[in-house]
Nanobody, 118 residues
Framework: QVLLVESGGGLVQPGGSLRLSCAAS??????MGWSRQAPGKERELIAR???????IYEDSVKGRFTISRDNAKNMLYLQMNSLKPEDTAVYYC??????????????WGQGTQVTVSP
């Protein structure tokens, strides 16, 4: 049983910052990530943290978002800076397996809404 609970979403102005948190419990995998789904679009994986603390980002968030984890607290975070209206989406925490270095999410949280608007 895996439980992922996101928090920290909300309404922010363009250029602002938000920090999302994900509380994880159960038999979570070491690899974890954040995905998002904007209205009318498919869910996309935007950041993940895998073995050795390696972090990988999609180009759309690279340099603005930072994924991190606190293993002692079983927490995953996403620091989002310089937010843009196109970052508006529901953000999901996930955990999954690695196969030949590719991350495959298996479990998802319920999501938290992030809205970037003046």
């Amino acid at each position: 049983q895996v439980l992922l609970v996101e928090s920290g979403g909300g309404l922010v102005q363009p250029g602002g910052s938000l920090r999302l948190s994900c509380a994880a419990s159960g038999n979570i995998f070491y690899a974890m990530g954040w995905s998002r789904q904007a209205p009318g679009k498919e869910r996309e994986l935007i950041a993940r943290i895998i073995g050795g603390g390696i972090t990988i980002y999609e180009d759309s968030v690279k340099g603005r978002f930072t994924i991190s984890r606190d293993n002692a607290k079983n927490m995953l975070y996403l620091q989002m800076n310089s937010l843009k209206p196109e970052d508006t989406a529901v953000y999901y925490c996930n955990t999954g397996s690695l196969n030949s270095g590719i991350y495959y999410p298996h479990f998802w949280g319920q999501g938290t809404q992030v809205t970037v608007s003046p």
